[in-house]
């Protein structure tokens, strides 16, 4: 179920805030999480049912492991358990994620012909087994207590944040539904809720959707782009990502705000960086949290010398890639990555500014580490979209061949939206020679505005920051319509697919 959908907004989330703060109201507490989790897992099967076995059986499993611990406090049990739960969860990502992939290459090294499953990737599996797996190793490891299954229960599959995030621990959402303060109706909190669900929405309907037209048509087309259709369908693509999930994750913040718990922040204005160490504490944090505490600390983290660093720090990098898709275009999307983050820590060159750690080589302007760092994300990301590594090396030889054929215009054709309708068919009518020069314009727009917003208060900082009066309600409102007329368009979420 799709959180832009009329199904999910007219009928699904008024009957599951009826159900919850109802049954809250008359201090079935207990029931109220039985009845969210019911609902929880009534939006994650919509899909497809078949995914309810998996998700369900993941949960059994995990939480059977954390009850079995609560009759021994041993060292070694603790070791088998972590190893058992470690090992469960890895082991059914990797038959559903990446299984073809490994045969894949499988075949390709040793020239073998073993059959491919094409196994149907769950939705969101990627997320609830990180959160699962967060639970287990601090419960094997003793930092976790034994929950009530219907507490775990509503921990992993609480909606708003079920199929792509933000990753939450469980000591960030298990309290909350304990905290019996949280199941009163909070006025300011349902506000708070549902401008920022709007604000979200917009981001990804309005914006996200829309670049879309223009990102899906040029990477089908990749053997064809000239030097500008390719800069501006990169362009297009790293606007269309952050709009998209980071859209995702004010809207599931939102939902969160509705019944009273807090979601964690997944984004914080990631595109003000000024360096790519710096992108990646604003760019969805909660994956970097999983991975620097369940793997870059264990490794060693920054202390075991300057070269463990680099490693671990490379291998963190490469697994977040590999997290995100099972192609080699996301490894080598991590490696670079990774690559630009240990270039920061090298500290040769530093941010005029900001405080170092030890000084720097060379000092540079904010606005130029800015520059650098907005670039070299925009670049890797040819290999985070394209659909092997030859389109992503024809990608970058289409951005420096220099080459202007004027496919330009063919690509913002793709730019034919229902607001652009009426001053379509005026210039139609009147100067039919300036329509694909008008949908250039449009598309060059739609890019302006975008990068605009990005210069602004992001959208949690805006509810946090107005003062809800009539204006604002207004915008709200308008924004809010205008988003459901446009759930006409085919809409999905790029996170869906990790």
Known sequence: MLFNSYIFIFIFLPLALFGWYGLN??????????????????????FNTYYLVIIISSIL??????????????????????????????????????????????NYLFRADFNLKHILLPLGISFFTFQQLSFIID??????????????????????QLIAGPIVLYKEIIPQFDDLQKRDFNIDNFAKGIS???????????????LALATNFGFEQTYFLDAPSTLLVILSYTF???????????????????????????????????????????????????????????????????????FNTMVIFALSGLWHGANWTYVAWGVMQGLLVVWDNLGIIGIRGTKEKKQPLL??????????????????????RSQNMAYAFQM?????????????????????????YIFKQAITMFAPDMLNLSYLILFLL?????????????????????????????????????????????????????
């Not at 419960?139 to 708003?160: E, M, Q």
């Not at 360096?275 to 970097?288: A, D, F, G, P, Y």
């Not at 904010?366 to 650098?372: C, Q």
Request: hydrophobic letters at 45%; one cysteine or more; charged letters at 15%.
């Open 240 to 310: 269309q990502i952050y709009f998209d999930f980071s859209g995702y994750s004010d809207m599931a913040m939102g939902l969160g705000y509705m019944f009273n718990i807090k979601l964690p922040v997944n984004f914080h204005s990631p595109y003000k960086a000024c360096c790519v160490k710096e992108l990646w504490q604003r760019w969805h944090i909660t994956l970097s949290r999983f991975f620097i505490t369940y793997v870059y600390i264990p490794l060693g983290g920054s202390k075991k010398g300057k070269a463990r660093t680099i």
């Open 139 to 160: 419960r094997c490891t003793g930092k976790s207590g034994h929950y009530s299954f219907t507490n775990y229960a509503a921990f992993v599959t609480f909606f708003p």
């Open 363 to 384: 000092f540079i302007p904010r606005w130029l580490g800015w520059v650098f760092t907005f670039s070299f994300f925009n670049l890797s990301l040819f290999f985070f």
């Open 446 to 498: 739609i890019l302006a505005v975008s990068a605009f917003i990005l210069t602004r208060k992001n959208a949690l900082q805006i509810v946090e920051t107005t003062d809800y009066g009539p204006g604002f309600c207004r915008c709200i409102v308008i924004l809010f319509v205008w988003c459901l007329i446009s759930f006409s368009q085919v809409s999905t979420f790029i996170y869906f697919n990790f």
């Open 196 to 210: 920022l669900f709007v604000l979200g929405l917009g981001k990804k309907v309005l914006l996200a959707d829309t």
């Open 25 to 46: 109201r008359i201090k079935k507490y207990e029931t109220a999480k039985v009845f969210l989790t019911g609902m929880s897992l009534w939006f994650y099967g919509y």
């Open 61 to 106: 499993v995990n939480y059977f492991i954390s009850y079995l611990l609560t009759f021994s406090r041993t060292k070694t049990t603790g070791q088998i358990g972590l190893f058992a739960g470690i090992g469960i969860n890895l082991a059914i990502l990797f038959y559903f994620k990446y299984f073809d992939f490994f045969i894949e290459n499988i």
């Open 396 to 420: 970058f030889k289409n951005l420096f061949s220099f080459k202007n054929t004027g496919y330009i215009y063919k690509l913002a054709a793709n730019m034919d939206i229902p607001e652009f």
